[in-house]
């Protein structure tokens, strides 16, 4: 058997939001090994991904944004399968420290992002047989700690909007999951307090943060073929976090 016969996203046209760096980054370099024509986009400039990567720039938050990408990836390409809604932020406010804008920029990006996703790219899975979404959600999308009460919301929001999603597109071969990361060790959560990090850590079962490919695994998963008959579902994969 040829080399290429065992990559897991041989033919298959993959989106990845939110992909400069961290979790999304490895989503998309793991694809992209595993034969997938990735997609990788993020609100910023290009940050040192492979030249085999086709960077484009997407704010999540941007309607226009959204229509210009998948209308371009559609005109390339022909089709596209795969969409990772991986793009997120996250603030600390408690609900009575929130202010609208922070509370708005959060909800934008980890609640309105998906769905504007989603939106987009529904139609041309629909003509094209099907595909496979992937929002990614958090612990802290059924679970609490103090604060970060927009991030709660929308991370809540985003299982919710998944299992809707599911059972809305299930006929026509659309697969909608959520990937619920524990604590992975990315940019992001090397910019949060010590004590915070140290906390979660302290409380994960398998007693480590994750590695971002740890999630790219799951990605991985969810995007292949062998997910077939996986929809409406929460891919946890946090230490054992959730467990407790
Ligand atoms: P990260 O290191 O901060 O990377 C986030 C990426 O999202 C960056 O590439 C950033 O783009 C992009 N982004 C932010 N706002 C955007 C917007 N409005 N439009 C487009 N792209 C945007 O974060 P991460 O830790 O990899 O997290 C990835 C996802 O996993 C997030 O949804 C996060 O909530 C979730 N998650 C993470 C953890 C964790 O422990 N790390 C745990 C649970 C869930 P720029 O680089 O251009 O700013």
């Known amino acids: 058997m040829n080399e290429s016969a065992n990559r897991r996203l041989m033919g298959k046209v993959a989106l990845v939001t939110g992909a400069g760096r961290g979790i999304g980054r490895a989503i998309a370099e793991m694809f992209e090994r595993e034969g997938a024509t990735v997609i990788a986009t993020a609100r910023g400039a290009a940050h040192n991904l492979g030249p085999a990567v086709n960077y ?34 996250i603030g600390y406010e408690a609900p009575h420290e929130l202010t609208l804008d922070s509370w708005n920029d959060v909800v934008a990006t980890n609640q309105t992002g998906v769905w504007l996703g989603m939106r987009e790219v529904i139609p041309s899975m629909q003509s094209g047989g099907g595909g496979s979404i992937i929002n990614v959600s958090s612990i802290w999308g059924s679970v609490a700690v103090a604060g970060a009460h927009a991030y709660h ?9 998944s299992k809707n999603a599911a059972i809305t597109y299930a006929q026509n071969n659309i697969r909608v999951n959520s990937l619920v990361p524990g604590f992975i060790e990315t940019p992001l959560t090397d910019g949060q307090a010590d004590e915070i990090n140290k906390a979660v850590i302290a409380n994960t079962p398998l007693g480590r943060a994750g590695a971002t490919d740890e999630i790219a695994y799951g990605a991985l998963f969810l995007a ?21």
């Open 56 to 89: 484009q720039q997407l704010d999540v938050a941007s309607e226009a944004g959204w229509q210009s990408v998948v209308a371009g990836v559609v005109a390339s390409h022909g089709r596209l399968d795969v969409l990772v809604n991986n793009a997120g932020i």
């Open 153 to 161: 919301a929308s991370k809540g929001a985003v299982l919710n909007m």
């Open 224 to 244: 292949s073929d062998e997910s077939s008959f996986v929809t409406g579902a929460e891919l946890v994969i946090d230490g054992g976090y959730l467990a407790q």
